[in-house]
């Protein structure tokens, strides 16, 4: 293809060239050969992920400052990143600069706690996170976080405490040399274990599971989840596996866990509504579910079981509320072309208005540790059908009763959905709401957190 066969590169201003090498370009992808590379990269490299020459990193900058899947990353940098101080390309760690990044962000505050998280996309973890972050920092606590990568949050956990970005190019050694024997340090899921580690030896803290024991062995995080000073789960099952899975002096807690803050009223949910009836006309019932949509959060058993409640009621309409990897893109684009009814909003901060226009939460994870969004749910008066998987919301049955079903096969699952929707009422919804209230306090939660791991209630 030549360069008079290319679209039109308008779009680009031309400042994206000081990265731009032709004869690296070429070099580095061969199927760019007989191309105008420069035409090539603006109107497809960009947006398919290719570095435009050794000076920016596509790659790196993508997985460590995008949304999930995103293209288009020098366009980003030069429009939003390089002003927020984003980096082109990693940074060559050192203990001495890192040490002196550490004690610059740990200089004038008090108390300091360090949160180490995966990163700062717009999921359940990260968000968490962030909550807990809130809390301790209301609490007298100065919260430093580190993140393995960054993401659209990043901004709201800047405006918590110092943010640092482990993939910029940061030495843990350095960095723990920073911290004193009081500071505490707290994990938040499996795949910070690593980090903390490194950080928590001798120190106070310890870190929050949200995967299934079975997750730690594929990942090898074993050894590492157990160096942790305390490890805690939300779910009595996920402990028990943790505690046969561990050494045997490992501190293995479990406590209960708390949801987010609501902040949605009667005219986000009359909104909602308006949008959802303008996408999907007078669609009922609403079947929802949630979750970044990949293989474990079952998003492919969620569209068979669509097509499954379909038969039986033919105008009920399909939500999934999260981002969806490039496998459920496929999945969706072949569930629209068949005809369903089927809303991708993507992730919602107002997912609890959504939750309100539900009539079913249809639980179709395989592997999960909660979810908590089946509670959030269910916080807003929505029922919950659960298809058979590995869940943490297993162990907590009799708190549940009323509130959710957990089904043995799938087409139990869609018998009882459809059974559940059809005998909705609003003094039912109420009810379940009322449940959920009663037990999933946050502050309760960070009580009992910190009471786990040993650290005062209010800074002292």
């Known amino acids: 293809m030549t360069s008079a066969e290319l679209p039109n590169t308008s779009a680009f201003s031309g400042a994206e060239q000081e990265f731009f090498d032709g004869d690296w370009y070429r070099a580095t992808y061969p199927d760019t050969a007989g191309t105008d590379p420069?035409?090539?990269?603006?109107?497809?490299?960009?947006?398919?992920?290719r570095s435009p020459g050794p000076g920016f990193d596509a790659s790196f900058y993508s997985s460590t400052y995008l949304r999930l899947e995103a293209g288009g990353a020098l366009r980003h940098f030069l429009d939003e990143g390089r002003d927020?101080?984003?980096?082109?390309?990693?940074?060559?760690p050192t203990a001495e600069a890192s040490r002196s990044v550490m004690e610059e962000a740990l200089s004038g505050l008090s108390h300091p706690v360090v949160l180490i998280g995966n990163d700062a996309q717009q999921a359940g973890a990260p968000?968490?996170?962030?909550?807990i972050a809130r809390h301790l920092r209301g609490r007298g606590y100065s919260p430093v976080i580190l993140l393995l990568r960054a993401g659209p949050l990043l901004s709201a956990f800047e405006a918590v405490g110092p943010t640092l970005i482990l993939a910029e190019g940061h030495d843990l050694t350095g960095l723990g040399q920073a911290l004193t024997p009081e500071t505490i340090v707290l994990g938040n899921t499996a795949l910070s274990a690593p980090v903390l580690a490194e950080l928590a030896a001798g120190r106070r803290g310890g870190i929050l599971i949200h995967e299934m024991p079975e997750f730690l062995v594929s990942e090898g995080l074993v050894e590492d989840v157990g160096r942790a000073p305390v490890v805690v789960?939300?779910?009595?099952n996920v402990a028990s596996g943790l505690v046969g899975l561990l050494h045997a002096e490992a501190r293995v807690a479990s406590i209960q866990p708390g949801l987010l803050h609501v902040a949605v009223g009667p005219q986000s949910t009359a909104r909602v509504r308006d949008t959802i009836r303008a996408t999907l006309g007078q669609a009922h019932p609403i079947f929802l579910g949630a979750g970044y949509a990949d293989s474990r959060k079952g998003f492919d058993r969620f569209i068979a079981m669509a097509h499954g409640i379909r038969e039986r009621e033919p105008e009920s309409g399909f939500i999934w509320l999260g981002e969806l990897s490039a496998w459920a893109r496929d999945i969706a684009e072949r569930a629209l072309g068949d005809g369903m009814r089927l809303m991708l909003p993507g992730f919602r901060a107002d997912a609890a208005a959504w939750?309100?226009?539900?009539?079913?939460?249809?639980?179709t994870s395989r592997q999960d540790p909660g979810p908590t969004t089946a509670v959030d749910a269910a916080r807003r008066g929505a029922p919950f059908v659960a298809a058979p998987g590995d869940l943490g919301l297993q162990s907590r049955r009799e708190m549940l009763e009323g509130v959710g079903t957990f089904c043995v096969t799938d087409d139990e699952a869609i018998e009882r959905a459809v059974e559940v929707a059809g005998s909705e009422t609003a003094a039912r919804r109420e009810h379940r709401a009322s449940i959920i209230e009663q037990y999933a306090s946050f502050p309760r939660y960070v009580d009992n957190l910190l009471d786990a791991l040993g650290v005062p209630q209010e800074a002292e």
Request: hydrophobic share 45%; charged share 15%; net charge negative.
């Open 355 to 363: 939750y309100d226009n539900a009539d079913v939460y249809l639980l």
């Open 38 to 49: 420069w035409g090539h990269f603006t109107t497809f490299g960009d947006s398919e992920g």
């Open 233 to 236: 789960a939300s779910f009595p």
């Open 127 to 131: 968000l968490l996170l962030l909550e």
């Open 84 to 92: 927020a101080g984003f980096l082109p390309v990693p940074r060559v």
